[in-house]
């Protein structure tokens, strides 16, 4: 595997695939040709090659590519051939979706803990998860080895509790708090702005409008 | 306004410039300058000017830019200035936490019912808006002028939802399933796949690793 620097929008597209990938795995297919993976996803088949081709190429074009095979190497590059330790801070609604809605455990996702600022959350338990206070974050993370911490909290509680794990070790947070975080650069961070997503749609929406009052 | 066609990456950062003006605006300043606004943001100012040219500029450098006006102007670039109507289909965690935790009616953002197959359901409200059942779905987006149909349902119902909605007069779709909706081209589709996101925060930490081992 190549170990240069891959764009953005390459990387962007490689959760896409993996999912694809998947599907299509499921069905039993064992060998996809550029042209047929093309035309399921909607993206060119030259965009597949270039994109594939920052990775080494996964195979020969003639015979196709080998489904199950491309579907590991880019579970790889994404980090998905070993199981990660996560804790959610947030057991509210969206915490909660989090844990039960999502299907991570296939994928190697294993939420460790929950923890809540509502004192009449501690002891429950969220889709068999425990809920624990706060201050009791800290020394979770370091005890048990937790590598991804979830934010599902509104932005000044994300703050703070991004200030308290800096100093532990975790690799990365998963923010859903509508806040840019600061954190050292060892920390990775993923934002999922659900509210700049609304607003692309909302976008989108007024340009299709206007471009058909051209018409 | 500009009615060019402006590019994805430029569109994609307007929610954050539209969300961090607020925040400006709130703390009660009224100007600001490329330069300010760059170190707030941590992008360039060249950045920042290139991307407000797309959109005439905004107002002199010299002096900054006014900033109630600048977060007004990329409101009604994202469709801000007027409300939308919204329902939800899928009254679980998900569904919840967006109409709970999510603060929308700031924006303009109204649900106006949501939908749910679970009979039990039916009848009840969440955070004020009563759950009806699937089959009154498509009459209730005819009869109430619904703009946008959120899906926070599992990919098989999301699928079949979709084609039922896409015969109404509905603008977009705000889809959390984790699958690519196929609807005509007048229906605007805005997809949170909650597990790429996670992919691209798994394919960060596997990088940085890879970075620091090379070292």
């Known amino acids: 595997m190549e170990n240069r620097e891959i ?3 390459v990387v962007s597209r490689l959760p896409r695939y993996y999912r694809y990938l998947g599907d299509i795995k499921d069905q039993g297919i064992e060998r996809i040709s550029s042209a047929e993976l093309s035309r399921i996803m909607r993206v060119t088949a ?14 020969q074009q003639g015979y196709g590519y080998n489904v199950e095979y491309l579907h590991e190497e880019i579970g790889k590059i994404l980090g998905l051939d070993r199981d990660h330790r996560l804790v959610l801070v947030g057991a509210g609604n969206l915490g909660s979706a989090l ?9 190697g ?17 969220l889709g068999g998860i425990k809920v624990y206070p706060m201050d009791e ?3 979770f993370i370091e005890n048990n080895d937790i590598e991804i911490v979830v934010l599902a909290i509104p932005r000044t509680a994300a703050v703070k509790v991004a200030e308290m794990v800096s100093g532990t070790g975790i690799s990365a947070i998963w ?5 840019d975080l600061q954190v050292p650069d060892r920390i990775q961070v993923e934002n999922v702005h659900l509210s700049d997503s609304l607003m692309r749609l909302t976008y989108s929406i ?3 409008e206007e471009k058909n009052a051209q018409k």
């Open 7 to 9: 764009s953005q929008a």
């Open 175 to 179: 923010n859903f708090a509508h806040i």
């Open 109 to 125: 996702f294993f939420f460790q803990a929950a923890f809540d600022a509502n004192e009449e959350l501690h002891g429950r338990t």
């Open 99 to 107: 844990i039960n809605y999502m299907n991570f455990k296939n994928r």
């Open 46 to 59: 030259s965009q597949i090659r270039q994109d594939f081709n920052h990775f080494g190429g996964f195979g």
């Open 137 to 139: 974050l800290v020394s």
């Open 206 to 208: 007024r340009r299709y």
